[in-house]
């Protein structure tokens, strides 16, 4: 009894073993870690500059409309969105579409 009591009370001991099993097991950890941010910053599709997209208020909380390509040419073109017309008139310069008023 007297020597569980004088156990308990003392601090653990860290050996060589147990130093060198946290020192792997932290090593791995920031491997992955590193590599976890490595691939995050250069995964992912560059930006394309012909790209349109609006939000718009609507009776049911936001709307969006956005498209890429011939879809961005055919939104700047049919002249269908009044409500967004000036925000929709810069993607459409931005992207280098022509823009047509809404009627």
């Keep these: ?41 250069s995964s992912g599709a560059p930006a394309r500059a012909d790209c349109v997209s609006v939000s718009f208020p609507n009776t049911l909380g936001a709307s969006e409309v956005k498209g890429c390509g011939a879809k961005a040419q055919t939104i700047c073109a049919s002249g269908a969105y009044r409500g967004v017309s000036e925000e929709l008139r810069k993607q459409c310069t931005k992207a280098g579409f022509a823009y047509r008023e809404p009627r």
Excluded: D, F, N
Excluded at 10 to 36: D, F
């Design 1 to 41: 009894m007297q020597e569980q009591s004088r156990r308990l009370a003392e601090p653990l001991r860290w050996g060589r073993r147990e130093k060198t099993v946290m020192a792997v097991l932290l090593s791995v950890v920031a491997l992955a870690l590193l590599g976890m941010i490595a691939y995050g910053l």
